[in-house]
């Protein structure tokens, strides 16, 4: 069990999905979390069934000084902060070439450059050695999927700045790591399964089942990002962490 017990953190986009699970999770270890999030009343609401132990703070991860000013509330609530979770993302889910030029260039804006302006926000305030980032990438960061070509473009860039900002800042003792979910049970899955199921002809859930044995959960992955941000995974540093199934294992 990944023991957090006075550590610090700010999650972004914690206020629902993979962000609340890790931001649950990191409470239950004993960490204080900042959820930050553009929808604030979201996480104030998410903040407060957390427990006093759970602070919240509007943030739009496409602006830096929003990033900047969700560190110093993290600084400001705590004391510091020892672990930067880059979680917000969104998806744009359908054929490559219908992808108008706004849809592109903001699911680039939210899961990549969002991911670069929390890392450069939270240096700031990180401890050298001790500071901890992890990036929330995807499986399909690391292989090209049909219908989510933006996505896994974005989600690659997150793999490859994570690996560079690995190793930039090993000397400093900050670690980097991302990690890779497949098709996880949360409502982003679930805004897209009718879209998947009435392009590919197959329905979703039997989709998921076919290729990754069952849609894996939120709480799951949090076990993952709990595991990145402890003292247990100290010789983790730029990686890439699969959570699929057995997905990417096959050839069929």
């Not at 900042?34 to 509007?58: F, P």
């Not at 002809?201 to 076990?223: I, N, S």
């Not at 595991?227 to 057995?246: H, I, P, Q, R, T």
Request: with cysteine; charged share 20%; proline share 4%.
């Amino acid at each position: 069990m990944a023991e957090l017990e006075g550590k610090r953190a700010l999650v972004t986009g914690g206020a629902q999905g993979l962000g609340r699970a890790i931001a649950t999770l990191f409470v239950e270890r004993g960490a204080k979390v900042m959820i930050a999030d553009i929808d604030e009343a979201g996480a104030k609401v998410t903040a407060d069934e957390l427990g006093e132990s759970v602070r919240a703070v509007s943030c739009d991860v496409t602006v830096s000084s929003d990033l900047e000013a969700a560190v110093q509330a993290t600084v400001d609530a705590f004391g510091g902060l020892d672990i930067m979770v880059n979680n917000a993302g969104i998806e744009v889910v359908k054929p490559l070439f219908h992808h108008t030029e706004e849809d592109f260039d903001k699911i680039l804006a939210i899961n990549v450059k969002g991911t670069w302006l929390g890392m450069k926000a939270a240096l700031a305030a990180l401890p050298q050695p001790g500071g901890v980032i992890v990036n929330m990438s995807s499986l399909a960061g690391l292989g090209g999927v049909p219908l989510f070509g933006a996505y896994s473009a974005s989600k690659a860039g997150v793999v490859q700045i994570t690996r560079a900002a690995a190793s930039e800042l090993r000397p400093t003792g900050i670690r980097v790591n991302a990690v890779c979910p497949a098709f996880i049970a949360t409502a982003m899955v679930d805004r897209l399964k009718p879209i998947v199921s009435e392009i590919v002809g197959v329905p979703f859930d039997d989709l998921a089942a076919m290729k990754q044995g069952r849609v894996g959960t939120p709480e799951e992955v949090a076990e993952m990002v709990a595991f990145l941000a402890s003292d247990e995974s100290s010789f983790c540093n730029g990686g890439a962490y699969v959570l699929d199934g057995g997905l990417q294992a096959g050839m069929l």
